[in-house]
């Protein structure tokens, strides 16, 4: 494989050429209109403390080959007190850097005038300035043959740009102020390239809030506008998508970011400081930049992160001690592959974890890998050689348990950290990158997969620099490309490191930035709420997948640095998780007046969700259920069912044993028996009356009945015995009057009468007793009056 490699590198030599030129040409595009947005650079460098300093603006080609017309410009400015005269720029060419380490050393120092600098190429290369007032900067352009160069064998060679003159306290002409690159130097194909792996990074912040609204859309809200920024024309992930899709690179996405620009493209609500919100207007972009996207990626490999990048080595540290932590992570990596392949229609890799920084230890390779991933992407910086190798291993290591290392290299990673805005700094950064690459390229002829891996966001500035450092490299004779699965099943250098560093050796000042063990409590707490809520909606789809990315979204490893917004966010997830749940409640109650032995209180169910609640039951209890039962005991429970928008008023049978004031206790509970929601509690005051005292007045009311009816009889007796014509009828009056005589006609008809009674059947007003007499006893003690 080697030597077809070198066979196939002699034969592109000319196509390398011309893929490096042309490279230039697209990047620097892109590179000069990120360059005209920026504010003006000052062209004095602040920071030396050279009479003159130098800058370079611009050199090209970053790789130059034989025939070629190296041009450097830039700018010179006057610090000092004092005019400079009888000044010149000109090009100063060391020897070789033969190692990575020189040539970091070498970056260092820069601009110091202690070091050396190599010989001028004078002569008519140089540029002339008969005075330099003080504070004035002035252009220069250099433009030397590489053949005048003196550069003799492959490598790295120094370069330095100097500005030699005198001033009047120093009459002689000396070096004033001098600014170094690298100049890498590699004509022909290399005999053994090296395969590079560039990682390409769209991840961005936490955009959205789990907030959506009532419609059948669910409308998402989103924490403010940036993310349009972002992607509009000029911002940061345009400028991502634009200089990387003309890139061989391996890209990696987090969900997260795709989700939020998809929910853009329809109807989506911004929220404002006040708690209201405004109507999103840019679908629009949000619709081309994913399309860009999708065109981009169509034909590369696209590593898909867990959703919104949880941030592992906090999980490591602090969240795996909180319950339920980890599940999260296999949560967010479970909708990672479904979320790039809806929105991007491609299949991603979902076997790489990102720990930041690339920084291991055994506690964070034991999480990365918990949710399915088997390959860690690190970073040498971390994962050091301890052993005696002479040159950069391959990135793909063995560590154990099935489990790959993937060891970016630190000096290429991070070559484009930092302020990137003035073109004096991306110069140098482009220029050591592709120096630190030739630099490990000619360490050994054995063949090797390297891998960068940069920082997560690069700002615009910064990716533009990546860009063209990329463009060259890829154009280069000493390097091919190759994806990130393939870096990670190349062989393994047998010398290479494979012990995964302790937990005391994790930096430091990572570690503080890290969340909390508050925020995974929260997170945890927010999850049992949602548990607890979703399990009594019709429609749990609508609660579940905002709330559940919410989540995701609160162990973000964008909260890095951001710690308040942090805790903001996850409290006001919490918050409105409670609002909606509050939501669903018991309507309070005031006092109830129970007369009688037994009545039905009402209690009442509110849903103003607009989904409706099921499988929650209504439990009512007698805190004095020797008082007061509840459907014959201390509590019933009664199941709940409401529709959206809708209130339920639940009936219970209550019985009273005694009078008084008994507390009565409602509470909503899901199936599972865990409470829902506040109780509402009520006093209902028994007004029931005792037996023996209902005893007392209904054997009043039968004896008042008893002596009317023992009355009447009485009259309709006397009544009778005065229309009786036997005999007088002693009427108690004086004895002495005489008797009334009758006429002999009555008398006759009489007792006609008389007989006509005798032969007729015995009739209900007949003076006969119809009760038996009233006894005079009390009642016994267990006699009971029904009403």
């Known amino acids: 494989m080697a030597e077809a490699a070198d066979i196939q590198g002699m034969r592109s030599s000319p196509a390398r050429r011309w893929l490096r030129r042309a490279g230039a040409l697209l990047v620097g595009a892109p590179l000069l209109a990120g360059l005209l947005q920026l504010p003006a650079a000052a062209p004095a460098q602040a920071a030396s403390s050279d009479t003159v300093s130098v800058s370079l603006d611009s050199l090209s080609p970053s790789v130059p080959a034989d025939g070629d017309t190296l041009t450097v410009s830039g700018t010179v400015t006057n610090n000092g007190k004092q005019a400079v005269t009888d ?48 504070g004035v900067a002035q252009h220069f352009t250099l433009a030397v043959p590489v053949d005048k160069l003196g550069l003799g064998e492959h490598g790295v060679y120094e370069l330095g740009v100097a500005l030699s003159g005198q001033t009047s306290a120093q009459p002689w002409e000396q070096m004033l102020g001098i600014r170094r690159t690298f100049l890498p130097w590699q004509p022909e194909a290399a005999g053994t390239p090296t395969r590079t792996t560039y990682l390409w990074p769209l991840i961005s912040t936490v955009h959205m809030t ?18 349009a920024k972002d992607i509009a024309p000029g911002g940061r992930l345009e400028q991502m998508l634009a200089l990387g899709k003309e890139l061989d690179v391996t890209w990696v996405i987090d969900p997260d970011l795709l989700a939020s620009v998809d929910a853009m493209t329809r109807s989506y609500q911004i929220q404002n400081d006040d708690g209201t919100t405004t109507a999103g207007t840019h679908q629009a972009v949000a619709k081309q930049w994913l399309a860009d996207l999708q065109k981009a990626v169509a034909d590369k490999e696209v590593v898909a992160l867990p959703f919104a990048d949880p941030d592992l080595a906090s999980l490591a540290h602090t969240g795996t001690s909180v319950t339920g932590s980890l599940s999260h992570l296999k949560d967010a990596t479970d909708v990672a592959a479904t979320t790039v392949e809806t929105v991007l229609h491609v299949t991603p890799t979902t076997d790489f974890a990102w720990p930041v920084d690339g920084a291991v230890d055994p506690s964070i390779v034991k999480v990365a890998t918990s949710a399915g991933a088997d390959k860690v992407i690190a970073r040498s910086d971390s994962l050091r050689e301890t052993g005696s190798l002479s040159y950069t291993p391959s990135a793909a290591r063995p560590v154990g348990g099935g489990t790959t290392a993937v060891v970016a290299d630190a000096r290429l990673s991070t070559a484009f950290e930092g302020d990137l805005t003035k073109a004096d700094s ?36 910064q990716a533009q620099a990546m860009a063209q450092a990329i463009a060259m490299l890829q154009g280069s004779t000493w390097d091919e490309t190759e994806n990130l699965s393939a870096a990670a099943a190349a062989k393994p250098d047998p010398g290479a490191t494979t012990r995964i560093p302790s937990t005391s050796a994790y930096p430091s000042s990572l570690r503080r930035q890290e969340l909390p063990r508050s925020a995974f409590e929260q997170i945890a707490r927010t999850q049992d709420k949602l548990d607890n ?12 997948t905002p709330f559940g990315r919410a989540i995701n979204r609160g162990m973000s490893t964008s909260w890095r640095g951001r710690a308040a917004e942090g805790d903001s966010f996850r409290q006001g997830v919490e918050s409105w998780l409670d609002q909606l749940s509050d939501q669903v409640k018991l309507i309070d109650k005031s006092e109830t007046k129970l007369s009688g032995r037994s009545a039905t209180i009402p209690v009442t169910v509110q849903n103003n969700l607009v989904q409706g609640v099921d499988h929650l039951v209504l439990r009512l209890t007698s805190t004095m259920p020797t008082r007061l039962k509840i459907g014959g005991k201390a509590y019933a429970e009664r199941p709940v069912a409401v529709n959206g928008g809708h ?42 009356v005792t037996p023996t005292v209902m005893l007392v007045i209904g054997g009043g009311v039968l004896l008042l009945v008893l002596a009317g009816f023992r009355m009447y009889t009485q009259r309709k007796r006397a009544a009778a015995k005065e229309t009786d014509g036997d005999g007088p009828e002693e009427t108690g009056e004086d004895p002495g009057e005489p008797e009334n005589q009758d006429d ?5 008809q009489e007792e006609s ?9 015995e009739q209900p007003s007949d003076p006969t ?19």
């Not at 789990?210 to 993310?227: M, R």
């Not at 220029?431 to 390297?450: D, K």
């Open 426 to 461: 991306t110069t140098l950064a482009v220029q050591q990158f592709l120096a630190q690459s030739l630099a490990l390229n000619l360490q050994t002829s054995r063949q090797r997969a390297i891998v960068v891996a940069p920082q997560r966001m690069p700002s615009a500035s």
């Open 210 to 227: 789990a907030k959506t609204g009532a419609g059948e859309q669910q409308t998402p809200v989103f924490l403010n506008d940036d993310l």
């Open 647 to 688: 209130s339920q008023s639940v009936k219970f049978t209550t019985s009273a044993n005694a009078n008084g004031r008994v507390t009565v206790i409602a509470q909503l509970y899901t199936q599972d028996g865990q409470e829902y929601g506040a109780p509402v509690s009520f006093d209902v005051k028994v007004t029931e």
């Open 87 to 134: 000044a010149h720029v000109g090009l100063h060419v060391s020897r070789p850097l033969t190692t990575r380490s020189a040539i970091g050393s070498a970056a260092r120092q820069s601009d110091d005038l202690q070091t050396s600098a190599g010989p001028e190429i004078g002569g008519k290369y140089v540029e002339q300035f008969d005075k330099l007032a003080p």
């Open 753 to 761: 009468d008389a007989r006509s009674r005798a032969d007729d059947p």
């Open 533 to 544: 809520f979703q399990v009594v909606l019709t429609d749990r789809s609508r609660v579940a």
């Open 769 to 787: 007793p119809d009760t038996a007499p009233e006894s005079t006893d009390p009642s016994g003690t267990s006699e009971r009056v029904d009403r």
């Open 744 to 748: 002999p006609g009555d008398r006759h």
